[in-house]
């Protein structure tokens, strides 16, 4: 055993928490709090701590929020609640059981004490909120009707940091030890229940946060406790594991090509390990990936992809230069578009925009890929976003970019296109056919064409119309050049299914019963009940799913009486 867990025995600890990403810390910082000794382990180092999370744009969802009133958004319960059903389209009469008792009881946090919660911990927003998932087009169907997407003013680092630290405070006063570089492989269960884990300890390791570390086994680890929190994540970094869960009747074809959007570790295996030892796992086919995925020119971690999350007005084609059908926007329907894609026999499609469109409404997912907000600096952000020209980290892309053409002309661009195409082949005089028709509908302020309909009503909220949607312009217009390309890829990222558990995040066996002992919070355990979200996210609601699945772990938890 090693020293960093040397002593940590049968009565050692109230709870073992496998996984120290957000859910994790979450339910170690409430376990602390009602003055329970935890031992967290993790098949990282410290350098890891706060997991996937810390490289999150930090977006969470609120409902009716003061953000939101400020804008002059009217947002209620009631409304948050029907997109959010007719997001998930639960149809499963077992197996949605517990989702969508976990998504009434999400949206209620979301629309009350969630704000207060982390206001009280030390976090703040940023001003303007985001408008994510707009939708698939019906008021009862998929997608946001306000702006709900509430940017954290530090992003991903500092939702870890509001957690981190006061387990960092518990880890002083003896009430939190650190098992890292132990990689769990059994729960171990007595008389029905679990009461500690066994794995492998891993040799130390001094990688950079992300990057990925080495598996060379140095012996054996067991640790017990009343109450184990399994808090591991998902499947996303385990691309044989997501085309074996693919759902091809829903989605099409699993991509032949895609790239990470997490990092090395967020492999899947407690999924697994947990289902051989009792637990029930829900909603295996649903899944949360992305595709408008490009290949980071500077990575991290193996296949970094980075996620563009993008404003309305960029052409959207697939790979032969035929405009996706409507309501396949970017930034409105995930699910719908990537079905749209791989219907074409294709894993990658293309935005095809101009140089002011992408000045205005390309953002970058990630802490990384927003330093001005990541780093709190209010002058360097009101510069970035408000000043002309592109952000740093986008022009970056564009001079290195593997997935980016830029060029003066339509026939250069074409060329361009062409010659990094996976198969595809576009064709000069169609795409200046399709771009002209797109270009005749800017010269009134009404149109027939669905997605400059959608780019009007983006511009009549300001928040849009300030920071996010680029007014209306042709984009043969030289002036608003040059034109660029950029080939999407499918970028993997979320685990919608998982875990089966009951209110309490206590994990449920598959005859309906709970697990005594076991409990499982974010991303294994769906982000709450074994896939909160249904089919469809409506974003800034992964980060919340750990928060809220994680407080309620462990709450429940701490609430047992001491052995």
């Not at 970019?401 to 576009?426: C, K, P, Q, S, Y």
């Not at 669905?450 to 928040?463: K, P, V, W």
Request: charged residues 25%.
């Amino acid at each position: 055993m090693s020293a960093q867990v040397d002593g940590a025995g049968k009565n050692a600890a109230d709870a073992i928490v496998v996984g120290g990403g957000l859910a994790g810390l979450v339910a170690t910082y409430e376990l602390t709090q009602a003055g329970r000794k935890v031992i967290v382990v993790d098949q990282e180092n410290r350098a890891n701590l706060g997991g996937q999370a810390f490289w999150s744009l930090g977006g969470l969802f609120l409902v009716d929020s003061p953000e939101q009133r400020r804008m002059g958004i009217k947002d209620s319960p009631d409304l948050a609640l029907q997109d959010w059903m007719g997001s998930a389209g639960f149809d499963r009469e077992d197996e949605d059981y517990w989702p969508r008792q976990w998504a009434r009881a999400y949206v209620e946090f979301a629309s009350t004490i969630k704000r207060q919660y982390l206001h009280d911990l030390g976090l703040r927003f940023t001003p303007v909120v985001g408008w994510a998932e707009r939708g698939g087009g019906f008021a009862d169907g998929h997608g946001n009707s306000v702006p709900r997407f509430h940017l954290t003013w530090g992003t991903g680092p500092e939702v870890v940091r509001v957690f981190a630290e006061p387990v960092l405070e518990a880890e002083k006063r003896g009430l939190v030890t650190f098992a890292f570089r132990h990689r769990v492989d059994e729960l171990i269960t007595e008389d029905g229940a679990v009461v500690g884990v066994r794995g492998r300890e891993l040799e130390p390791s001094t990688t950079e946060r992300g990057v990925p570390s080495s598996r060379v086994e140095t012996g054996d680890f067991e640790l017990r406790a009343p109450a184990v929190i399994v808090t591991s994540g998902g499947i996303g970094h385990n691309h044989d594991l997501v085309r074996e869960n693919w759902p091809v009747d829903r989605l099409g074809p699993a991509p032949k090509f895609m790239i990470a959007g997490v990092p090395d570790y967020v492999d899947g295996r407690m999924l697994a390990i947990t289902e051989a030892a009792g637990g029930n796992i829900v909603n295996r086919d649903r899944m949360w990936h992305y595709t408008e995925g490009i290949q980071n020119w500077d990575p991290i971690w193996s296949d970094h992809a980075i996620r563009i999350i993008p404003g309305p007005s960029s052409l959207w084609l697939d790979a032969d230069g035929n405009r996706l059908p409507a309501p396949n926007f970017p930034g409105f329907d995930t699910n719908a578009s990537m079905k749209a894609i791989l219907d074409t026999g294709y894993d990658y499609s293309w935005f095809v925009l101009t140089k002011s469109i992408i000045e205005k409404e390309f953002a970058l997912s990630g802490s990384e890929q927003n330093p001005d907000i990541t780093e709190k600096s209010l002058r360097t952000a009101a510069k970035s976003r408000l000043a002309k020209g592109m952000p740093g980290p986008v022009a970056a892309f564009t001079e290195h970019g593997v997935d980016f053409v830029v060029r003066d002309n339509l026939a250069e661009l074409v060329e361009g296109m062409n010659e990094i195409g996976r198969g595809g082949h576009i064709d000069l005089q169609s795409l200046e056919r399709i771009i002209s028709a797109r270009d005749s509908q800017i010269d009134n302020s009404y149109t027939k064409d669905a997605q400059m309909m959608a780019i009007h009503n983006a511009r009549s909220f300001i928040g849009d119309k300030i920071v996010r949607v680029a007014k209306p312009h042709k984009l043969l217009d030289p002036a608003q050049g040059p034109l660029i390309a950029v080939r999407l890829n499918i970028l993997t990222r979320k685990t919608l299914g998982g875990l089966e558990t009951n209110l309490d995040s206590q994990v449920m066996h598959p005859d309906g019963t709970a697990f005594d002992g076991l409990y499982a919070a974010g991303e294994v355990a769906g982000f709450g009940g074994g896939g909160v979200h249904g089919y469809n996210a409506l974003e800034g609601t992964f980060l919340g799913g750990c928060i809220f699945s994680g407080r309620a772990a462990g709450r429940a938890v701490a609430r047992q009486k001491r052995a």
